[in-house]
């Protein structure tokens, strides 16, 4: 063995016993961090199922999430706590091998159907992109739209281009209710999906018109399909919940 092979074995045991070293101290870290901080969430569920961890509200509408070894959490999953519903939109992991996830605030109730009387409850994030954040100034666009992120399964993907959404009510010039309706313009079911078991959707938003010969102002649902036997999915779900609707 020559010189410059020692030379970059001892370089390297030096290099992994210093890793493993962090690595066990992250973990001796969160043990500590369990017992004696508030960011501790003991009743924390996800997907319907306890699972504490460790979460930080970092705005009011953002929160970041921290795991502990041996748990997991996927991009599309969703957190309840802080007596609110969130949804993961990153998951991410260390040098260390610890594991951490930024949620969204859910904040609107989407209602659709899709061609079938069946009536669909997902809880998503409406974001909204009527202006771009550029350095310190906000450009205002010339139309409104707006980021949507729902969580992918075997009903949101079924989603397409024009399909409508209500996102709230308000009146006409008539003083009639209405819907405040928005259509899908992008749809992406990709790029946020980084591993196994991660299931996002994104999509994009823009105006779109209320029409009184279908669209429901009671059911909150455009291109509503009446019936007596509708049936809304549960919102809370559980582990195996994707299973389960498939």
Known sequence: MDIWEMQ???????????????????????TAIERNSTAYQ?????????QPMLIVRMKPTECKITLFPDTQLFVGDYVDCFSDRWLVTEVFTDENMNRFAKALLCNHLFRFQNATPEVIERWGVVL???????????????????????PLDSHTERIFIDKRFALGKTFNNRQEQILSVMKVVWLDSTTANLSEGDSLLKM????????????????????YIATNDSVAIPTHKKSSWRTQIK
Do not use: H
């Open 42 to 50: 003991a009743d924390s569920l996800r997907n319907g199922e306890p």
């Open 128 to 150: 909204d992109s009527n202006y771009l954040n550029q350095t310190d100034r906000q450009l205002p666009l010339e139309t409104g739209w707006y980021r949507v992120y729902l």
């Open 204 to 223: 994009r938003l823009e105006i779109g018109a209320f029409n009184p010969q279908i669209d429901s102002v009671d059911e909150m649902i455009c291109d």
């Open 8 to 30: 970059r074995r001892l370089l390297g045991g030096s290099i992994q016993g210093k890793q493993n070293n962090a690595g066990r101290f992250a973990v001796s870290s969160l």
